[in-house]
């Protein structure tokens, strides 16, 4: 249905214009062809009487010979100028005929009968050929004298004769042109439209075979291409993050579950075999005082374990802003590695939740690489605003330090090690930078800078 | 007689806690304490103790495994399982490398010690908790199943689907799953797992078939 009404606004758009310029040239045409048609008529019905009235005074003489006007333009006298080709003869009272030109007689033997008398008509010769003629009775002689126009030879009927021919070429040019537009730019368009819209995006490519279109459409159908590989390239990469946040939240619950499961577990399991053993019938009270004594020691280690894995994973102190937070943070890994940390933090900052948490991590993250993998004993944390307004961590640590170059994060990262990746791809999310310079033998700093015009 | 025990747990109150149980115990004797898998196998080597204690998740070697090498090597050391875990599946892994029994670390000390003494005389110990928690005194014996629902047991046992098991005793598919209803049924098991190690837990099938 759609497709049919296309070729039809497209046939009528493409036919209409040319059609109705055919029709007014035709009618201009069909008029201005009954008006030489009249004039003609006029012409020789005045010039035949003319003739016929002038032999009768003798004027012209007769019978004789008469050459054809229009053959002889230069030998007859009075008629000589006519511009209009003339053919003339003398006729007896039948109609016979006595004298004129050549052609003339020809027209007389084969229609004389048909040659009107008086006013003018339009004859056809057999042999085609178009004459307007007339005769008019000589008065007072017994002859007639017959004029006619042969119409092969009026210059400007031609473009009559040629009008059916030009609406013919035009219309086989409007039709080859109408197959041209179908087959390259609205046949091509239409087949684009069915597969870009039944196309599976991200998933499928778009077929690059076009064979017949113009460069524009095949300009718009490359374009396209492109986009659909784009399409898809997208997809990978979506998928490709997917299973890297699948994977990651895997690994963190084989964590949780294995932190779980040597902690608290194993601390319970204990717990309860004390509570076993203190239970015993052939215990001494100072057994069973001894057992609780131990229970209770078991116990409080499983609080204190736990509260560490609640530290770990979401920190309640978080909420009481960056400034509290990693002072409560840095004590705690102060206390728990057995370094000195100094903190220095702005307390006007004032920043976003997502911005302290991200700080947070990068902090708790480099300050525990510090002491496992350069065996740091001091740890400078400072963070301020610059006097652009940007906003700059710094970590600097009196560790081992290590070369950076021997080591990219991409490959740590396959290794397995997320450490320095995790930070970066935090301070990323929040708009930052992160970088990390060691030297072997000389600590490591870590800086991370929030540009003023990030998120707050 | 006295049993020569090695202990092998990486968590330290834990290990404590077994410790102590089994120095109430006139007739063990601890010969070895270890904290990681691959200490314990050179111990079990070096000392070829009558039981072996084993935590089946230790760091760099694992009860199992260790479990696995002492059959393998042909050692005269009996394994048994001491977990945190009640996976049926860890269980039934430990059978198939070959450990005679498999107690949790919460049991008391008398279970323990009951556990150590039959798998020292050559039996089977599976922990209550593990297969099923009824446990109606120590002879308990279920409903008896025929010859041919034992049959179908052991193919389960091996790891044969119902198709297959099926296609080898020459009985249709349904038949078989008749057979397995009526043996979940009369072992109070509630799937094949559990129906295996309560059969070998009443006497129903032997260990030996079991691994055959």
Known sequence: MKKNGTL?????????PPIGIFMLAAAELFYSHRNIEALAELYIENFTESIAGRMEYGRIPFPGEFPSLSEDPGGGREPVSFR????????????????????????VRESGGKIPTGIAGYIRAPDGEKFTAVKFPVPGKDFQAAGAIPWKDVPRAAPVRLWSVLAASMALWS?????????????PIHWLEQRVSS?????????????????RVKKMHGTLVRVSQLAIRTTKTNRACMNDLVNV????????SRDIHDGPLQDVTALIQRIHLARRPDNTPEDTRLELDLAEKIAMTTVKEMR???????????????SQALTELTERQALQYGVKIFLGVDESLNLSDSVTLAFFRVVQEAVTNSVRHGEASNIWIDIKRSDDGDVELTIQ????????????????????HRGLSNMEERMTLIGGQLKVISYRGEGTCVRGLLPASGPR | MSVNLILADDHPLTRAGLMAYLAKEQDFNVVGEYSDGETALAGIRELKPHVALLDIRMPRLDGVSITRKIKEEGLPVIALMLTSYDAQQYVLSSLRAGARGYVLKSSSADTLARAIRIVARGGLYLDSEVANTVEEGENMSPEPISAREREVLLLAAKGLSGKEIASQLFISERTVQTHLASIYDKLGARNKTESMLLALKYGVVMLEELLD
């Open chain 1, 8 to 16: 039809f606004y497209v046939t009528l758009s493409i036919f209409l």
């Open chain 1, 84 to 107: 209009i080709p003339v053919l003339f003869a003398l006729l007896d009272k039948e109609g016979k005929f006595v004298s004129g030109s050549e052609r003339m007689r020809e027209l």
């Open chain 1, 175 to 187: 039709s080859l042109f109408l197959i041209f537009i179908w087959r390259n730019v609205i046949n």
């Open chain 1, 199 to 215: 196309l599976k995006w991200g998933f499928e490519p778009l077929d690059d075979s076009l064979k017949h279109a113009t460069p």
């Open chain 1, 249 to 256: 939240q895997e690994d963190e619950r084989t964590k949780i």
């Open chain 1, 308 to 322: 560490a894995l609640c530290d770990f994973l979401n920190p309640p102190w978080l909420e009481l802003g960056l």
């Open chain 1, 397 to 416: 640590d009196d560790g081992h330090g290590f070369d950076i170059t021997e080591s990219d994060t991409a490959d740590l990262r396959a290794e397995g």
